[in-house]
């Protein structure tokens, strides 16, 4: 006579079914959207087959863009192409020389097309050809409590001395459903009007914490200038551009032209 514990064919069924989807689930969270965001510039273009080893690659780009620039690589990449008229009208009402809403307008477009579980955004004008230290930093996270969190590189991330809530916007990563979360909250900011002097990084800053939803408290935080650098930490990594072989990134306050030396910028969190 068996001794076995009765196990029903549906329990049998689910199990299996369980067994099987495993994998599936797992393959999935190493999956990444790579996003290239901004006017189409030659540095990104020619880093693309080197993204395209990482995942899908987004381009968004404008619709005054040179889009024949993309002939080599537009059946393995997504494009979305903005109106740049259109969103125009909106930028205005951030009155600064270069709206930010641009940047936030196409990153949240591309991420409305991503399928990755993992999102990072580039700069056109930027080239990052080797992004496994960063993807080390993201598991990392994702395999902890802190799976929320943001990495960005440490180009012009300040210290709290000198800007609160003042993170990198050259490259930014975390998991594609945060990333969405933050830009369109950073989008309706803009088109809005409801920036309140904040600078494109402070702004991404603030966003990052304020969509972020307490599962303990049941609401969502609050960016708090008496307690910035304890929400910095809780949630922003940072990844050094010293540890991104080959990396090219650039600024208006260069003229564009490509650099690769770090600054005196925040290196790492805790110096924060």
């Known amino acids: 006579m068996s001794h076995e514990p009765y196990i029903s064919s549906f329990d049998r069924w689910k199990l299996k079914f369980y067994k099987n989807l495993l994998?599936?689930?797992?393959?999935?969270?190493?999956?990444?959207?790579?996003?290239?965001?901004?006017?189409?510039?030659?540095?990104?273009?020619?880093?693309?087959?080197?993204?395209?080893?990482?995942?899908?690659v987004i381009v968004s780009c404008?619709?005054?863009?040179?889009?024949?620039?993309?002939?080599?690589?537009?059946?393995?990449?997504?494009?979305?192409?903005?109106?740049y008229r259109d969103i125009m009208s909106k930028a205005r009402r951030t009155h600064l020389k270069h709206p930010i809403i641009l940047q936030n307008y196409t990153t949240y477009n591309a991420l409305k097309q991503a399928e990755g579980y993992f999102a990072i955004k580039t700069r056109s004008d930027e080239s990052y050809p080797v992004l496994d230290p960063l993807l080390n930093i993201l598991k990392k996270n994702r395999d902890s409590k802190e799976w929320y969190k943001i990495v960005t590189s440490n180009i012009y991330f300040r210290y709290d001395s000198q800007f609160k809530f003042h993170p990198s916007d050259h490259l930014i990563a975390g998991a594609r459903t945060?990333?969405?979360?933050?830009?369109?909250?950073?989008?309706?900011?803009?088109?809005?009007?409801?920036?309140?002097?904040?600078?494109?990084?402070?702004?991404?800053g603030h966003s990052t914490i304020s969509t972020y939803f307490d599962s303990i408290l049941k609401c969502r935080e609050k960016p708090d200038?008496?307690?910035s650098k304890q929400q910095m930490k809780k949630h922003f990594d940072i990844i050094r551009i010293r540890d991104l072989p080959n990396r090219i990134w650039t600024s208006s306050y260069r003229k564009y032209d490509?650099?690769?030396?770090?600054?005196?910028?925040?290196?790492?969190?805790?110096d924060i």
Not at 68 to 78: A, E, G, R, V, Y
Not at 259 to 270: G, K, M, Q, V, Y
Request: proline content about 6%; aromatic content about 8%.
């Open 225 to 227: 200038p008496n307690r």
């Open 23 to 56: 994998p599936k689930i797992e393959a999935y969270e190493n999956t990444v959207s790579i996003i290239i965001q901004g006017p189409l510039n030659q540095r990104s273009i020619n880093t693309i087959p080197e993204y395209l080893k990482c995942g899908e």
């Open 62 to 83: 404008w619709d005054n863009d040179d889009l024949s620039l993309l002939n080599k690589h537009k059946q393995n990449i997504k494009i979305v192409v903005n109106s």
């Open 178 to 204: 945060r990333m969405k979360q933050i830009f369109e909250e950073s989008y309706f900011r803009c088109a809005t009007g409801r920036i309140n002097g904040l600078g494109p990084e402070q702004l991404i």
């Open 258 to 270: 490509p650099l690769r030396s770090e600054e005196d910028w925040c290196h790492h969190i805790n």
